[in-house]
């Protein structure tokens, strides 16, 4: 009897090491447009948008006619959220080393990495620590006038032990207390470039486990799309807790509030709506972050499961002939076990799916 292999195992052990393969192909394959890509972030202080890049490109001899194409087929990290249509070309410190004359951004990116890790560490515990462009001071070759780039770079370039913002001469950025010790003892840019990788490798280790949980019947990951500063918030999501207590299926529900990282709320709600099997959605007075929500879950094909509380306004003309589960003001049993219903069927929806991708 001859035994096949597994695919689904085999694509699930691989995804750091596929990633990687395809970042490095992607640098190598499109060296000399990210060599002009660098030359203009020096200048704009900012990465390039496509548009005008590619009129440049037009220019030059010999032309590069397809910027778009290289923006959007750049490899995204598995797991993590990536616009169809990108704006920008950016690059990270994995592709900085082997671009000439990146050598003092990514000494001022070192140098900021380690300064991060002492002021972390002399930082009262629970304060959030913070570092400034003076905090770095002279010592590296062209540091000073360099040094202003580092917080455009490292927004973009994740993992990073940075939280986010100013720029500018005198810039500040917070730190990332769950990250910024990733660094502790960084020597040069190719060990930040490593100890980047290995933060990224785990990552991806979650994502697969994540793949693995779905094809071995759970737990399911769901994201809580509502307000949560309105009044009825509280009753809206005891009656969600409600419903998945008696779901007989393993599913961990987060709300957008049960996030404690640092960094970009909007990139945080990306990245979790991109990594979880299913949404569930109170569109109670048409709010429009919610809205934006819904439709970046539908657009990622995600199982949603909308609620709505009784005696409000209706719902948006494109969700209106949706299913959904109108609730009172003091939710009933029958309304919780028609929601554990729509769960239960947004769950199969999933496992159909899973199904459907290994077979």
């Known amino acids: 009897m001859c035994v096949q292999p597994e695919p689904n195992r085999l694509e699930v052990a691989s995804s750091f090491e596929a990633w990687r393969a395809a970042d490095r192909a992607w640098f190598d394959a499109n060296r000399d447009l990210l060599g002009e890509v660098f030359q203009w972030f020096l200048r704009l202080?900012?990465?390039p948008e496509t548009g005008p890049l590619q009129h440049a490109m037009y220019q030059r001899t010999p032309r590069?006619?397809?910027?778009?194409?290289?923006?959007n087929s750049r490899p995204t990290i598995p797991g993590l959220f990536a616009p169809?249509?990108?704006q920008r070309i950016w690059l990270g410190a994995r592709h900085l080393v082997k671009i000439s004359g990146a050598e003092y951004l990514l000494s001022a990116t070192v140098k900021a990495a380690q300064v991060a890790v002492e002021i972390f560490l002399a930082t009262t515990p629970g304060e959030q620590a913070q570092i400034c462009g003076s905090d770095l001071g002279p010592g590296l070759p062209g540091m000073l006038s360099i040094r202003r780039l580092v917080p455009a770079f490292v927004d973009s370039d994740h993992p990073t032990p940075f939280a986010g913002g100013s720029r500018g001469e005198d810039w500040i950025m917070g730190i990332h207390p769950n990250l910024v010790m990733e660094f502790e003892g960084v020597k040069d840019p190719e060990d930040y470039v490593a100890r980047q990788l290995k933060i990224i490798e785990g990552w991806c280790s979650e994502h697969d486990a994540r793949l693995g949980a779905v094809q071995r019947g759970g737990p399911y990951r769901a994201f809580i799309v509502m307000p949560f500063e309105e009044k009825?918030?509280?009753?809206?999501?005891?009656?969600i807790d409600h419903a998945l207590e008696l779901?007989?299926?393993n599913i961990e529900a987060v709300r957008a509030d049960d996030i404690d990282d640092p960094g970009k709320i909007t990139v945080q709600i990306a990245d979790q709506l991109e990594g979880v099997?299913?949404?569930?959605?109170d569109i109670t007075g048409n709010n429009a972050n919610v809205g934006w929500e819904l439709g970046f879950a539908y657009a990622r094909s995600k199982p949603c499961v909308i609620i709505r509380r009784k005696e409000t306004s209706g719902a948006p003309?494109?969700?209106?002939?949706?299913?959904?589960?109108?609730?009172?003001?003091?939710?009933?049993?029958?309304?919780?076990e028609k929601l554990k219903r729509m769960i239960i069927a947004a769950i199969e929806q999933v496992k159909s799916a899973a199904r459907t991708a290994h077979s």
Request: net charge negative; glycine share 2%.
């Open 232 to 239: 009825w918030s509280e009753t809206a999501r005891n009656l």
């Open 45 to 47: 202080e900012e990465w």
């Open 64 to 71: 590069i006619t397809n910027v778009q194409q290289v923006a």
């Open 247 to 249: 779901v007989d299926e």
């Open 84 to 86: 169809g249509i990108q």
């Open 317 to 336: 003309f494109d969700i209106y002939d949706q299913r959904r589960v109108d609730y009172s003001a003091e939710p009933t049993l029958a309304e919780a």
């Open 277 to 281: 099997d299913l949404v569930i959605s």
